[in-house]
């Protein structure tokens, strides 16, 4: 009888463990999330899933081109995957012939290579805070992103994390490119 207690407190704390280190991982070092819907086309399709990697701005800022998922701040339990465009403190801009203007300077970028139609509130020049990230998805035209009022400027505190690795569909499985 002692042996079948022990036996079950042994698997309990066994099971309890592996639920704790799930919740610890899950909470501060990655998570899975799906893609929905067509904004990041090309580089991510609807229905794709990524691991997201939310340990790395703990110890580095983000980059420009990051893939970033940030919540929906009007739908509970939505989240956005866009490209970080503009940087703490910088002025973007976006004109009518939908050239990005960092600063005064041209982006030069290899992503959202469609003429942007709508440039949105980035019609006039953005001063971005001390803590804040202007993106945008890469298929310019059919995303809703810094552009609009909807999602405006994001706070460093609103990053999850970075988009690191796509695992489904298996035949595009791999590292995210972000540069």
Do not use: C
Not at 22 to 41: A, K, P, W
Not at 63 to 71: L, S, T, Y
Not at 91 to 120: A, F, M, R
Not at 172 to 179: A, D, E, N, T, V
């Amino acid at each position: 009888m002692k042996s079948v207690l022990k036996e079950i407190l042994s698997t309990s704390l066994y099971l309890l463990s592996v639920l704790i280190v799930t919740y610890l991982i899950i909470t501060f070092v990655g998570q899975r999330t799906e893609v929905n819907g067509s904004s990041m086309e090309s580089t991510l399709q609807h229905g794709d899933n990524l691991i997201v990697d939310k340990i790395s701005y703990r110890f580095s800022d983000p980059k420009r081109f990051d893939i970033v998922v940030f919540p929906f701040q009007y739908e509970e339990d939505t989240y956005y995957i866009k490209r970080i465009i503009g940087l703490p403190g910088e002025i973007v801009q976006i004109d009518t012939d939908g050239v990005i203007y960092i600063n005064g300077e041209v982006l030069h970028e290899s992503y959202g290579l469609e003429v942007i139609k709508d440039p949105g509130r980035a019609i006039e020049p953005i001063t971005l805070g001390e803590d804040e990230y202007f993106v945008m998805g890469d298929n310019r035209n059919n995303s809703t992103d810094s552009r609009t009022e909807l999602v405006g400027n994001v706070k460093r505190s609103e990053l999850i994390g970075k988009a690191w690795v796509r695992i489904y569909p298996f035949s595009k499985f791999g590292k995210l490119r972000h540069q």
